[in-house]
């Protein structure tokens, strides 16, 4: 059974990203100053290559607007961080509630995602309940509760994470009531009952630390052997991947994951994030990038390598500052939802356009947006503005200038320009509006946007610089078809603010 189920959960995406990639190449050959427009979704870029690229999330988390926007459009799969764990689903003996889990199943409906299960048998967020059963009682218990939750998920979920972290560091079982009640042989029995209540679901081992070569990953190698020769049903091993920019890049990840793939199982890199002490700094973040590049690349280059989860993508959800004191910064995106760099060597790695990924130079600069304004009728734009440095040296801002493109429709050609706000400070941030001699499509105005001096470390942001500005005579505009103007409310790429490095064009396509 461990070789048939490879493909459903990639929501394949090629040909859009194909005509994307096509799009991007007429405009960058039509001479526009720019650099690529940034073209498809983490998600969209690995499902070309014929894998997903997923995010865990929790219920706690999805009253966040800002948050689900990305989590539902970014990623293609996510796994619950905890909501599908014993604790949650069967609290008390026989009593089962699923509210939670479901609501996670739900909004993975609701964004053509795929889930991945985490986690049906674990020592850790087990109920006490569990643990004070007569080691006789056990495995009853188990199996009631594999097959309840396994049933009560059937056709939602692709994959279980069945069996996790069974392994201590040196390769030898951990303990757990399981264990103790039933020897290793629990493994084989929790995956049989998977099996026969969701036959269709792809059922996986999951571990930390077994990315590289060494003893635990040796032990999981040596009981998924036994467990595929005695027929036990068994599809992928889950590499959580939880990695240290301090403790060095997993030894030989590629050849593990393909000796895994030899053996006719499917791999998952089911919860990445590569945490650092803090404070951040340039090295530590290129580490970080190279690390997460690694993955995406060791991934890529084994093709039972299904696809990559990270353990949920911002830091503002990171599991890591409360566990490690002292240390975070893991994600893809940093407190406020704006990518980081790391986030960018994950694009270029999965071959995406337009990402400088690590190392760049001023040509890192990339310009965010998000709109401030709810009306796009009335006298006054209001453009939320960011600079985010994703290269490897930093940017002296007082060479750096950015122009936001729009129309003036009709009445008075004087303006008012502001910066109402900036965790930079508006008294480093200058403005202006200039007229084109020759009006463009959506554009005879730009308002453009400077410093008098500051520079941008690498992989650092701004922060958001709220703009405004209006007419002499206060007459209105209609913004809704500036060529800079979007309508998207929290901060993101944008291809339409174009920005320059002692006047020479490094982000956008001016209209
Ligand atoms: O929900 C309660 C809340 O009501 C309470 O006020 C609060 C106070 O501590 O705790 C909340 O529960 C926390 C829960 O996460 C939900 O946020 C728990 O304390 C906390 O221990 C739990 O941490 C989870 C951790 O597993 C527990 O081991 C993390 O969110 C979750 O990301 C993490 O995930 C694990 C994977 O399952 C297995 N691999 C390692 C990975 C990271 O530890």
Redesign the pocket.
């Known amino acids: 059974m461990n070789s048939v189920k490879r493909c459903r959960h990639s929501r394949t995406r090629g040909l859009p990203t194909l005509l994307a990639g096509a799009l991007t190449l007429a405009l960058t050959l039509t001479g526009g100053p720019a650099t690529a427009a940034q073209q498809g979704t983490l998600h969209e870029l690995a499902a070309a290559q014929g894998k997903y690229f997923g995010s865990?999330t929790?219920n706690?988390e999805l009253p966040d607007a800002a948050y689900t926007a990305v989590l539902g459009s970014e990623f293609g799969q996510i796994t619950p961080?905890?909501s599908m764990?014993w604790d949650t689903t069967e609290p008390v003996q026989g009593q089962f509630n699923f509210a939670k889990g479901d609501v996670i199943t739900d909004f993975a409906a609701q964004h053509g995602q795929s889930v991945r299960g985490?986690?049906l048998v674990?020592h850790?967020?087990l109920p006490s309940w569990v643990g004070a059963l007569p080691p006789a009682e056990v495995e009853a218990a188990m199996t009631h509760h594999v097959t309840e939750e396994a049933a009560h998920y059937r056709g939602k979920v692709t994959a279980w994470?069945v069996v996790?972290?069974p392994f201590n560091e040196d390769g030898t079982f951990r303990t757990s009531p399981f264990h103790t009640a039933m020897g290793t042989d629990y493994i084989a029995t929790a995956l049989r009952a998977a099996h026969a209540a969701d036959p269709d679901a792809e059922l996986y081992l999951?571990d930390?630390n077994i990315e590289g070569l060494g003893a635990k990953s040796d032990a999981m190698y040596a009981l998924v052997s036994e467990l595929l020769d005695e027929g036990v049903p068994l599809d992928g091993v889950g590499m959580?991947a939880?990695l240290a920019v301090q403790y060095g890049f997993p030894y030989q990840m590629q050849a593990n994951m393909q000796r895994f793939a030899d053996l006719g199982l499917d791999v998952a890199v089911?919860?990445l994030d590569v945490r650092m002490q803090l404070p951040a700094d340039a090295a530590k973040i290129a580490t970080q990038s190279t690390y997460y590049r690694q993955v995406v690349e060791a991934c890529l280059a084994v093709e039972r390598c299904v696809g990559i989860t990270v353990?949920?993508y911002t830091d503002k959800y990171?599991?890591?500052p409360?566990?490690f004191p002292g240390q975070g910064a893991a994600n893809l995106y940093e407190e406020n939802l704006l990518p980081k760099p790391a986030y960018y060597a994950v694009r270029t790695a999965l071959g995406g356009e337009g990402g400088p990924g690590e190392g760049g130079g001023p040509g890192a600069l990339r310009a965010q947006y998000r709109s401030s304004d709810s009306s796009t009728g009335d006298n006054q734009i209001k453009p939320g503005l960011q600079l985010v440095n994703t290269g490897g040296t930093a940017v002296s801002l007082s060479d750096v200038t950015v122009r936001y493109w729009f129309t003036a429709d009709n009445g008075a050609s004087r303006y008012s320009t502001w910066c109402d706000w900036s965790p930079i400070g508006c008294s480093s941030v200058t403005h202006r509006v200039a007229a084109l001699g020759t009006p463009k499509a959506g554009a005879d105005h730009y308002l453009e946007v400077g410093f008098t001096g500051g520079s941008l470390a690498p992989g650092a942001a701004t922060g958001e610089i709220q703009l405004r500005l209006n007419k002499s005579d206060w007459s209105n505009f209609d913004e809704s078809d500036d060529y800079s103007h979007g309508t998207g409310t929290s901060y993101a790429d944008a291809s339409k603010i174009t920005v320059y490095v002692g006047g020479e064009p490094v982000w956008g396509i001016e209209p």
């Open positions: 865990a929790d706690s961080g905890n764990k985490h986690t674990w850790s967020q994470d996790n972290e999951n930390y959580q939880h089911t919860e353990w949920d990171s599991w890591v409360s566990t």
